[in-house]
C-alpha cells in the first residue's frame, strides 16, 4: 500500500457520460498530481493541485476538470466521454519541494476506465 | 518544456544478465531524476532516484548514472531476475520551476528464466 488510495478501481460507463475519480494523497502531502496512462503510451500529465489551489496544467482536455478539497483529496471529473477516453487515470501525491522532504511522487493504483 | 526521450521501448535478458535503459533530456535546468518501476495492475513505484550533484548512485543491483553535459542518465540492473520484468520509467524535474515530472515513454522489462 502506496498510501495514496484511488476509487474506484474500475469504472465501465458509456459514451457521453461524465464520471468522478477520486483520490486520497499520502498522509502529510499537500501536492496531487493526475496522469492518463493510455495503451502503449506512456504517462499524460493532466493537472497539479497543490493545498487546494491548481499548479499547473498539462494536456487536459476541455472536458475533464479537477478540484482538490480543503481535506486535501482530489477530485478528477471527465465529462462527454469518449472511447479515446478509455485508460488508466493515476493520481500521485508528493510534499511542496520547498520542503526538500521528499523528491518523488508516490502513485496510486489506478482507475482504470474504460469507455463503452 | 522539457523532453524526455527512453530506449529502449521493449528489452529482452537472459536471468543473470544485465540490463540497461537509457533516457536523455532537453532541458539543462532540470536537476532531478528518478526511476520508477510499474508492474501489471500497479501504480508506478519509485526505485531510485540521482540530483544533478551527483554522477553515480547504486543500491544493490539497481544503480544510476548522470551524465549532465550529454544530458543522459540510464539505468542499470545487473544479475537480473524474473521479479525484475515490468515497465520502468525514467523521469526529469527542475526543482526550481515547479513540482511537475516528464516522463519517458517507458521500457518493458522482459527476464527470461
Known amino acids: 500500500d502506496s498510501g495514496v488510495t484511488q476509487t474506484p478501481k474500475h469504472l465501465i460507463t458509456a459514451t457521453g457520460q461524465r464520471v468522478t475519480l477520486r483520490c486520497s494523497p499520502r498522509s502529510g502531502d499537500l501536492s496531487v498530481y493526475w496522469y492518463q496512462q493510455s495503451l502503449d503510451q506512456g504517462l499524460q500529465f493532466l493537472i497539479q493541485?497543490?493545498?487546494?489551489?491548481?499548479?499547473a496544467k498539462g494536456n487536459i482536455l476541455e472536458r475533464f476538470s479537477a478540484q482538490q478539497f480543503p481535506d486535501l483529496h482530489s477530485e478528477l471529473n471527465l465529462s462527454s466521454l469518449e472511447l479515446g477516453d478509455s485508460a488508466l487515470y493515476f493520481c500521485?501525491?508528493?510534499?511542496?519541494?520547498?520542503?526538500?522532504?521528499?523528491?518523488?511522487?508516490?502513485f496510486g493504483s489506478g482507475t482504470r476506465l474504460t469507455v463503452v | 518544456g522539457e523532453n524526455v526521450e527512453q530506449h529502449p521501448s521493449t528489452l529482452s535478458v537472459q536471468e543473470g544478465d544485465s540490463a540497461v535503459i537509457k533516457c536523455t533530456y532537453s532541458d539543462s535546468a532540470s536537476n532531478y531524476f528518478p526511476w520508477y518501476k510499474q508492474e501489471l495492475g500497479k501504480g508506478p513505484q519509485l526505485i531510485i532516484d540521482i540530483r544533478s550533484n551527483v554522477g553515480e548512485k547504486k543500491d544493490q543491483r539497481i544503480a544510476v548514472t548522470l551524465n549532465k553535459t550529454a544530458k543522459h542518465f540510464s539505468l542499470h540492473i545487473t544479475e537480473t531476475q524474473p521479479e525484475d520484468s515490468a515497465v520502468y520509467f525514467c523521469a526529469a524535474r527542475d526543482d526550481f520551476s515547479g513540482n511537475q515530472f516528464y516522463f519517458g515513454t517507458g521500457t518493458s522489462l522482459t527476464v527470461i528464466p
Open positions: 493541485y497543490y493545498n487546494g489551489e491548481e499548479r
Open positions: 500521485a501525491s508528493s510534499v511542496d519541494v520547498r520542503d526538500r522532504g521528499n523528491y518523488g511522487y508516490t
